[in-house]
Protein backbone atom coordinates (compact mmCIF):
# COMPACT_ATOMS: atom_id res chain seq x y z
CA UNK A 1 0.00 0.00 0.00
CA UNK A 2 1.16 3.67 -0.93
CA UNK A 3 0.35 6.32 1.41
CA UNK A 4 0.85 10.14 1.02
CA UNK A 5 2.57 11.97 3.66
CA UNK A 6 3.80 15.64 4.16
CA UNK A 7 4.52 15.62 0.41
CA UNK A 8 5.66 12.21 -0.48
CA UNK A 9 3.77 9.32 -1.71
CA UNK A 10 5.78 6.44 0.49
CA UNK A 11 4.73 2.56 1.21
CA UNK A 12 2.54 2.39 4.03
CA UNK A 13 5.55 0.74 6.33
CA UNK A 14 7.53 3.61 5.64
CA UNK A 15 4.61 5.96 6.69
CA UNK A 16 5.89 7.58 10.58
CA UNK A 17 4.59 10.14 12.58
CA UNK A 18 5.57 11.66 15.84
CA UNK A 19 3.58 10.76 18.74
CA UNK A 20 3.95 14.27 19.79
CA UNK A 21 1.97 14.87 16.70
CA UNK A 22 -1.35 16.85 17.81
CA UNK A 23 -3.82 14.93 16.03
CA UNK A 24 -2.17 11.87 18.34
CA UNK A 25 -2.34 13.81 21.59
CA UNK A 26 -5.43 15.67 21.26
CA UNK A 27 -7.52 14.33 18.14
CA UNK A 28 -6.51 17.92 16.77
CA UNK A 29 -7.07 17.28 13.40
CA UNK A 30 -9.88 16.97 10.56
CA UNK A 31 -10.02 14.09 8.52
CA UNK A 32 -12.44 13.66 5.07
CA UNK A 33 -13.72 10.73 3.04
CA UNK A 34 -13.88 10.62 -0.48
CA UNK A 35 -15.58 7.31 -2.49
CA UNK A 36 -13.92 6.38 -5.79
CA UNK A 37 -15.14 4.23 -8.45
CA UNK A 38 -12.66 2.80 -11.15
CA UNK A 39 -11.19 6.45 -10.81
CA UNK A 40 -14.17 9.04 -10.43
CA UNK A 41 -15.00 10.61 -7.22
CA UNK A 42 -18.31 11.36 -6.05
CA UNK A 43 -18.57 14.48 -4.83
CA UNK A 44 -14.91 15.48 -5.23
CA UNK A 45 -15.39 19.87 -4.98
CA UNK A 46 -17.73 19.67 -1.95
CA UNK A 47 -15.50 17.18 0.28
CA UNK A 48 -12.62 19.44 -0.47
CA UNK A 49 -14.72 22.14 0.55
CA UNK A 50 -16.15 21.00 3.90
CA UNK A 51 -12.50 20.03 4.60
CA UNK A 52 -11.17 23.23 3.98
CA UNK A 53 -14.25 24.62 6.62
CA UNK A 54 -13.68 22.47 8.87
CA UNK A 55 -9.56 23.17 8.89
CA UNK A 56 -10.65 27.45 8.80
CA UNK A 57 -12.62 26.68 11.77
CA UNK A 58 -9.17 25.00 13.47
CA UNK A 59 -6.87 28.07 12.03
CA UNK A 60 -5.21 25.27 10.76
CA UNK A 61 -3.77 25.84 7.03
CA UNK A 62 -1.81 23.58 4.65
CA UNK A 63 -1.71 25.12 2.14
CA UNK A 64 -2.78 23.15 -0.53
CA UNK A 65 -5.15 23.54 -3.41
CA UNK A 66 -8.14 21.79 -4.99
CA UNK A 67 -5.78 20.69 -7.76
CA UNK A 68 -3.15 19.35 -5.50
CA UNK A 69 -5.69 17.56 -2.99
CA UNK A 70 -7.03 16.18 -6.65
CA UNK A 71 -3.21 15.16 -7.74
CA UNK A 72 -2.79 13.37 -4.89
CA UNK A 73 -6.07 11.94 -4.94
CA UNK A 74 -5.63 10.13 -8.17
CA UNK A 75 -2.08 9.14 -7.54
CA UNK A 76 -3.10 7.02 -4.50
CA UNK A 77 -5.85 5.67 -6.72
CA UNK A 78 -3.69 5.31 -9.39
CA UNK A 79 -0.89 3.58 -7.53
CA UNK A 80 -3.25 0.93 -5.16
CA UNK A 81 -5.99 -0.13 -7.72
CA UNK A 82 -4.00 -3.14 -8.40
CA UNK A 83 -4.07 -4.53 -4.69
CA UNK A 84 -7.07 -2.92 -3.46
CA UNK A 85 -9.53 -3.01 -6.37
CA UNK A 86 -11.74 -0.48 -8.27
CA UNK A 87 -13.74 0.80 -5.19
CA UNK A 88 -12.22 3.04 -2.99
CA UNK A 89 -12.59 5.57 -0.06
CA UNK A 90 -9.81 7.81 -0.26
CA UNK A 91 -8.50 9.36 3.19
CA UNK A 92 -7.42 12.65 4.03
CA UNK A 93 -5.90 13.68 7.42
CA UNK A 94 -4.81 16.95 8.21
CA UNK A 95 -3.62 17.47 12.06
CA UNK A 96 -1.77 20.85 13.38
CA UNK A 97 0.93 19.08 13.75
CA UNK A 98 3.54 17.96 16.07
CA UNK A 99 4.47 19.68 19.05
CA UNK A 100 6.29 18.42 22.21
CA UNK A 101 5.52 21.00 24.39
CA UNK A 102 1.45 19.59 25.14
CA UNK A 103 0.23 22.89 25.85
CA UNK A 104 -3.89 23.17 25.04
CA UNK A 105 -3.08 26.47 23.12
CA UNK A 106 -2.28 26.22 19.54
CA UNK A 107 1.46 26.35 18.95
CA UNK A 108 3.02 28.69 16.58
CA UNK A 109 5.55 27.92 13.27
CA UNK A 110 4.06 24.15 13.43
CA UNK A 111 4.22 22.59 10.38
CA UNK A 112 0.45 20.48 9.85
CA UNK A 113 0.76 16.94 8.99
CA UNK A 114 -0.74 15.95 5.65
CA UNK A 115 -1.92 12.34 5.81
CA UNK A 116 -3.88 10.18 2.39
CA UNK A 117 -4.26 6.63 2.29
CA UNK A 118 -7.07 4.81 0.46
CA UNK A 119 -8.88 1.57 1.32
CA UNK A 120 -11.33 -0.35 -0.37
CA UNK A 121 -15.10 -0.02 0.01
CA UNK A 122 -18.27 -2.21 -0.98
CA UNK A 123 -19.47 -2.06 -4.95
CA UNK A 124 -21.16 1.02 -5.99
CA UNK A 125 -24.90 0.65 -4.61
CA UNK A 126 -27.54 0.09 -6.97
CA UNK A 127 -30.89 0.91 -7.48
CA UNK A 128 -32.69 -2.53 -6.98
CA UNK A 129 -34.47 -3.86 -4.15
CA UNK A 130 -33.29 -6.78 -4.23
CA UNK A 131 -29.84 -6.08 -4.35
CA UNK A 132 -29.92 -2.90 -1.16
CA UNK A 133 -27.71 -3.14 2.03
CA UNK A 134 -30.37 -2.98 4.59
CA UNK A 135 -29.73 -2.07 8.09
CA UNK A 136 -31.33 -2.50 11.54
CA UNK A 137 -30.60 0.50 13.92
CA UNK A 138 -31.63 1.30 17.07
CA UNK A 139 -32.33 4.90 18.85
CA UNK A 140 -30.19 6.87 21.84
CA UNK A 141 -29.75 10.10 22.88
CA UNK A 142 -26.81 12.21 21.12
CA UNK A 143 -24.29 12.60 24.15
CA UNK A 144 -21.36 14.28 21.51
CA UNK A 145 -20.28 17.62 21.65
CA UNK A 146 -22.06 20.63 20.48
CA UNK A 147 -19.56 21.12 17.34
CA UNK A 148 -20.71 18.12 15.38
CA UNK A 149 -20.99 20.53 11.83
CA UNK A 150 -16.76 19.68 12.48
CA UNK A 151 -15.25 16.48 10.83
CA UNK A 152 -13.03 16.37 13.68
CA UNK A 153 -10.37 13.40 14.04
CA UNK A 154 -11.46 13.11 17.86
CA UNK A 155 -14.34 10.58 16.72
CA UNK A 156 -14.74 9.16 20.35
CA UNK A 157 -18.27 10.01 20.94
CA UNK A 158 -18.86 9.03 17.58
CA UNK A 159 -17.59 5.43 18.40
CA UNK A 160 -19.29 4.90 21.46
CA UNK A 161 -22.72 5.46 20.10
CA UNK A 162 -21.67 3.32 17.02
CA UNK A 163 -20.75 0.73 19.67
CA UNK A 164 -23.76 1.52 22.02
CA UNK A 165 -25.76 0.04 18.70
CA UNK A 166 -23.79 -2.71 17.52
CA UNK A 167 -23.90 -4.39 21.09
CA UNK A 168 -27.83 -3.73 20.28
CA UNK A 169 -27.28 -6.07 17.39
CA UNK A 170 -27.72 -2.76 15.06
CA UNK A 171 -25.46 -1.49 12.34
CA UNK A 172 -26.51 2.02 12.92
CA UNK A 173 -27.76 4.36 15.87
CA UNK A 174 -30.14 7.26 15.50
CA UNK A 175 -29.72 9.97 17.53
CA UNK A 176 -32.11 12.48 19.36
CA UNK A 177 -30.67 15.93 21.09
CA UNK A 178 -32.09 16.99 24.78
CA UNK A 179 -35.40 18.49 22.96
CA UNK A 180 -36.00 15.04 21.20
CA UNK A 181 -35.29 15.99 18.08
CA UNK A 182 -33.02 13.62 15.41
CA UNK A 183 -29.55 14.24 14.94
CA UNK A 184 -27.81 11.57 12.66
CA UNK A 185 -26.19 8.47 13.22
CA UNK A 186 -22.89 7.90 14.32
CA UNK A 187 -21.52 7.78 10.56
CA UNK A 188 -24.44 8.64 8.33
CA UNK A 189 -26.83 11.45 8.18
CA UNK A 190 -31.29 10.74 8.33
CA UNK A 191 -33.56 10.69 6.30
CA UNK A 192 -37.41 10.28 7.12
CA UNK A 193 -40.16 9.77 4.79
CA UNK A 194 -44.54 9.91 5.10
CA UNK A 195 -46.69 9.82 2.86
CA UNK A 196 -44.15 10.23 0.09
CA UNK A 197 -42.69 13.64 1.45
CA UNK A 198 -38.99 13.22 2.30
CA UNK A 199 -37.49 14.77 5.66
CA UNK A 200 -34.04 15.23 7.02
CA UNK A 201 -32.97 17.47 10.20
CA UNK A 202 -31.81 20.60 9.29
CA UNK A 203 -27.81 22.08 9.14
CA UNK A 204 -26.83 23.12 12.41
CA UNK A 205 -24.49 22.66 14.86
CA UNK A 206 -25.70 19.44 15.86
CA UNK A 207 -24.93 16.75 12.73
CA UNK A 208 -21.81 16.76 10.07
CA UNK A 209 -22.92 18.24 7.08
CA UNK A 210 -23.11 15.29 4.95
CA UNK A 211 -21.57 15.16 1.34
CA UNK A 212 -23.93 12.72 0.47
CA UNK A 213 -26.84 14.56 1.94
CA UNK A 214 -25.55 17.40 -0.19
CA UNK A 215 -25.78 15.93 -3.55
CA UNK A 216 -29.04 13.95 -2.67
CA UNK A 217 -31.06 17.63 -1.59
CA UNK A 218 -29.29 18.65 -4.46
CA UNK A 219 -30.12 16.17 -7.40
CA UNK A 220 -33.81 15.98 -5.60
CA UNK A 221 -34.42 19.43 -6.36
CA UNK A 222 -33.22 19.30 -9.84
CA UNK A 223 -34.82 16.04 -11.49
CA UNK A 224 -38.12 15.15 -9.34
CA UNK A 225 -41.35 16.36 -7.69
CA UNK A 226 -40.55 14.84 -4.65
CA UNK A 227 -41.36 17.36 -1.85
CA UNK A 228 -38.30 18.10 0.55
CA UNK A 229 -38.28 19.26 3.92
CA UNK A 230 -35.02 20.44 5.91
CA UNK A 231 -37.22 20.57 9.58
CA UNK A 232 -36.90 19.37 13.01
CA UNK A 233 -37.81 15.59 13.36
CA UNK A 234 -39.14 14.01 16.69
CA UNK A 235 -38.49 10.60 17.94
CA UNK A 236 -42.61 9.66 17.33
CA UNK A 237 -42.26 10.66 13.50
CA UNK A 238 -39.38 8.33 13.61
CA UNK A 239 -40.89 5.38 14.98
CA UNK A 240 -44.01 6.03 12.88
CA UNK A 241 -41.96 6.09 9.15
CA UNK A 242 -43.18 4.43 6.13
CA UNK A 243 -39.64 4.78 5.38
CA UNK A 244 -35.67 5.60 7.08
CA UNK A 245 -33.01 6.24 5.03
CA UNK A 246 -29.36 6.45 6.37
CA UNK A 247 -27.07 8.10 3.93
CA UNK A 248 -22.97 8.49 3.25
CA UNK A 249 -19.88 8.49 1.33
CA UNK A 250 -20.04 4.66 1.06
CA UNK A 251 -23.42 3.68 1.57
CA UNK A 252 -24.68 6.20 -0.57
CA UNK A 253 -28.77 6.20 -0.05
CA UNK A 254 -29.51 3.06 2.54
CA UNK A 255 -32.49 1.69 3.73
CA UNK A 256 -32.97 0.93 7.13
CA UNK A 257 -35.99 -1.72 7.92
CA UNK A 258 -36.24 -1.97 11.64
CA UNK A 259 -35.92 0.83 14.31
CA UNK A 260 -35.61 -0.64 17.86
CA UNK A 261 -36.63 -4.31 16.68
CA UNK A 262 -39.51 -2.99 14.91
CA UNK A 263 -40.59 -3.06 11.25
CA UNK A 264 -40.38 0.51 9.67
CA UNK A 265 -43.42 0.71 7.46
CA UNK A 266 -44.40 -2.52 5.91
CA UNK A 267 -40.82 -3.86 6.73
CA UNK A 268 -39.61 -3.84 3.06
CA UNK A 269 -37.53 -1.48 1.01
CA UNK A 270 -39.29 1.27 -0.01
CA UNK A 271 -40.80 2.91 -3.25
CA UNK A 272 -39.39 6.48 -2.33
CA UNK A 273 -36.10 4.66 -1.69
CA UNK A 274 -36.33 3.23 -5.55
CA UNK A 275 -36.94 6.45 -6.71
CA UNK A 276 -34.12 8.05 -4.64
CA UNK A 277 -31.24 5.67 -5.26
CA UNK A 278 -31.91 5.56 -9.02
CA UNK A 279 -31.78 9.55 -9.52
CA UNK A 280 -28.38 9.27 -7.03
CA UNK A 281 -27.21 6.44 -9.81
CA UNK A 282 -27.43 8.78 -12.61
CA UNK A 283 -26.29 11.87 -11.32
CA UNK A 284 -24.06 11.62 -8.58
CA UNK A 285 -20.69 12.25 -11.02
N1 LIG B 1 -18.88 9.23 7.86
N2 LIG B 1 -22.53 12.05 9.90
C1 LIG B 1 -21.39 11.59 10.46
C2 LIG B 1 -21.21 11.72 11.93
C3 LIG B 1 -20.41 11.00 9.64
O1 LIG B 1 -19.27 10.54 10.20
C4 LIG B 1 -20.63 10.89 8.25
C5 LIG B 1 -19.60 10.29 7.33
C6 LIG B 1 -21.83 11.37 7.71
C7 LIG B 1 -22.13 11.32 6.25
O2 LIG B 1 -21.32 12.26 5.55
P1 LIG B 1 -20.89 12.04 4.02
O3 LIG B 1 -22.16 11.89 3.22
O4 LIG B 1 -20.18 13.29 3.69
O5 LIG B 1 -20.04 10.83 3.98
C8 LIG B 1 -22.74 11.96 8.57
C9 LIG B 1 -17.55 9.01 7.36
C10 LIG B 1 -17.53 8.52 5.95
C11 LIG B 1 -16.85 8.06 8.31
O6 LIG B 1 -17.23 6.90 8.31
O7 LIG B 1 -16.02 8.51 9.04
Known amino acids: TTVYLNGDFIPAEQA???????GFLFGDGIYEVIPSYSGRFVGFAPHIDRMHSGLGQLSIDPQ???EKW????EQLVADNKAELGDNLGVYFQVSRGTDTKRGHAFPTNVAPTVFGFVFAIPPEPVADKAKATIYNVVTGQDLRWQRCNIKS???LGNVLHYQQGAEQGAQEILLFDKQGNLTEGAAVNVFVIKDGVIATPPLSTKLLPGITRQILLAILAKHSDIEVQERDISEAE????????ITSSSKEIAPVLTVNNNPVGDGQ?????????????????
Open 16 to 22: KISPMDR
Open 64 to 66: LSH
Open 70 to 73: QHIA
Open 153 to 155: TSL
Open 238 to 245: VLAADEIW
Open 269 to 285: VGDVWLAAQQLFSSHKF
